[in-house]
């Protein structure tokens, strides 16, 4: 399950600390977004049907209306 730990509104827009430890399915978002690692496992991401690697020393750049979902294979 997907929850939110943590979610901070302001001028700059939106933070979310979120725990998750389960797959999400193919959807999008009207505003572009980073993904970062706080802790846990490594783990892929699937963005416009490209596999790209979610790591404590990378991050995951999210354009709007962009197609993005977890790998059905979460190891990377």
């Keep these: 399950m997907t929850r939110a730990l943590s979610i901070l ?3 700059f827009g ?7 430890d389960t797959s999400l399915v193919e959807h999008a978002h009207p505003h572009c977004h980073l993904i970062f690692k706080a802790s846990g496992p490594d783990q892929n991401f699937v963005v416009e049907e490209q596999t790209v690697p979610l790591r ?3 991050l995951v750049a999210v354009n709007s209306w962009s197609v993005q979902s977890t790998a059905a294979n979460d190891a990377p």
Excluded: H, I, K
């Excluded at 939106?14 to 998750?20: C, G, I, K, P």
């Design 14 to 20: 939106r933070v979310a600390l979120l725990d998750m």
């Design 56 to 58: 404590s020393d990378m």
């Design 9 to 11: 509104r302001g001028r």
